[in-house]
């Protein structure tokens, strides 16, 4: 799932949103002869919470992710060779997500299987997965990344040479590493670590999010029943205090149509690591189909995107020029606006 990278550093979709809404996508690029949304169209978007987010984020960027490096989009981009490798770049706070999420994801599988790992094991394998990434990237140069499985991954901190970037890495390790600590210790986060050790909960798991017109899709952390209840919960590295509830929503759709089960007996669970906080939310049908229809104008919104990205016309995804997101976008090398942004 993605993790959300809080303050400066983790930059959520909805500090664009804010201005941006689905409604007003047409006016990202006036300059343009925009055709009317077919609504056809909507059946053939795949919509992620991940990839609304890339889009409020900085419309270039969702060109550059989902159209420009896609081997069977946009095939007249001549870039396709570059976009393909950057893409393979990870910024610091996502790759520590990565990790964090794959370290629970192990846990939960282990203690499953009647194996109950110890809170310094976590820490120490994260910690050597991180220190792998940053020995790898040391020796980077700008335009050597290259795709690589995980582990050791390429981060952009050194491939585009951040002053700063050694203890940005000391950092956010110490921030990982704090991170599993309170997943492990939290008396809060307690009874959702010792449900996802049970055999029959739901451990990172795919799901599909029904009658919503697209193909949307995501990732649910963990999920489980208990007293007649669905737990649907969500892993979040940074401060839970601004993160938009969209993504936990979806969920719920998916809870609420897998399950067989009133939106009353549905508690979203968001999990603050940083802090080893839970906020747990109680479900309405009135929520559920507001998440819904938001849904729903996503896709519209891009829907009305699809033919220009098809096409390879970067023009039509206007990017945000903001210093803070473009210095932590694996493609700035190749955005004009995200170069002139960050110098």
Partial sequence: MGPAPAGTETIEAETLMSKVKPGMSLLLFPEMET????????????????RRSTLFHCPRQYYYEYFGSNLRKAKADPRKEKLRSLKTLKNRFERAGEILHFIIRTFFKKAQQGELWEVDRLTS?????????????????????SSQVFPPVALLEFYYGHPDREQQLVEITKRLDSALRNFYCSSEIYPLRQAGTRAGSLVETRVLIPNVECAASGVVDLAFEEGGRWYIADWKMGSSESVENLQLFAYGLWAHAAFKVPAEAL????????AGKLKTFQVTETELNAARVRIIEDAQCMATLIRYGLEGVEEAFTPCAQARVCRLC??????????????
């Fill in 330 to 343: 694996a493609f700035q090398e190749i955005c004009p606006e995200g170069q002139v942004a960050r110098s």
């Fill in 35 to 50: 055709p009317e949304a077919d609504p056809i169209l909507i059946a053939d978007v795949d919509w992620s919470h991940s």
């Fill in 125 to 145: 394998w994260a910690g050597a997965l991180m220190a792998k990434d940053v020995a790898y990237s040391r020796n980077l140069k700008n335009g050597d990344a």
């Fill in 267 to 274: 508690r979203l669970c968001l999990v603050s690591l940083a």
